[in-house]
């Protein structure tokens, strides 16, 4: 089975700007879920996506959202980017949104000048 | 609010000795306690695993020992290789998938 797959791996904006990510969880996987990842903060939890449905979401503002497509695959989206928005942003599957074992992809990793 | 506090920080280790990296925990809510490590340019990757009715939990070289009363666990590194070196990550999570991670252990093995 292949695993968690994330687009793009590397991607530098400017502040101000807005970027997509994407996520394709394991096939199969119908929850998914985003975390940041920084030196400063390490992992934290943005939100989780659950048939196409937000079930959790971290302390983040509003400008991080995301969306879940009927296929699994997930989309997050940043607004108006900041320089601390600078970080690694990792996508996890689960098989559903009980079982705990989840799996994380490579991660984009965004720099923002 | 850190609800997950990993230490040390980073440790040295000379090749065949044992790592111990420790996490204490402050929500009674957390029901699932997974390791996780993590390789520079990687995603974190599913180490090891255990429930609060379980007190240890050895896989391979790996084992968890889990302290309920303490709220407190730890991951245990025996025979280290120098294909141990990474960063790794304690975490716990309650009902839904929130992971709440640690702050992370650079685990250097010297060989």
């Known amino acids: 089975k292949a695993g968690v797959t994330q687009t793009p791996r590397y991607l530098i904006k400017t502040r101000g700007q807005q970027v997509t990510l994407s996520c394709s969880p394991i096939?199969?996987?119908?929850?998914v879920s985003w975390y940041q990842q920084t030196p400063g903060q390490g992992l934290q939890f943005l939100f989780e996506y659950f048939s196409e449905t937000q079930r959790n979401k971290g302390n983040f503002p509003g400008r991080f959202s995301g969306r879940q497509f009927s296929n699994s695959r997930s989309e997050m989206n940043v607004s108006t980017l900041e320089l601390g928005d600078s970080a690694l942003y990792l996508c996890?599957?689960?098989?559903?949104?009980?079982?705990?074992?989840?799996?994380f992809g490579p991660g984009t990793r965004l720099l923002v000048l | 609010q850190q609800q997950v506090k990993q230490s040390p920080q980073s440790l040295i280790v000379q090749k065949g000795g044992i790592s111990i990296i420790n996490c204490a925990y402050e929500n009674t809510a957390f029901d699932y306690f997974p390791w996780y490590q993590q390789f520079p340019g990687k995603g974190p990757a599913l180490l090891i695993a255990i429930r609060p009715d379980v007190s240890e939990k050895k896989e391979g070289r790996f084992t968890i020992s889990f302290n309920k009363s303490a709220k407190q666990f730890s991951l245990h590194i025996m025979d280290s290789q120098p294909g141990d070196s990474a960063t790794y990550f304690c975490?716990?999570?309650?009902?839904?998938?929130?992971?709440?991670f640690g702050g992370g252990t650079r685990v250097l093995v010297k060989p």
């Open positions: 996890a599957s689960s098989l559903d949104s009980v079982q705990e074992t989840q799996y």
């Open positions: 975490a716990a999570k309650a009902a839904g998938n929130k992971l709440t």
């Open positions: 096939s199969g996987h119908r929850s």
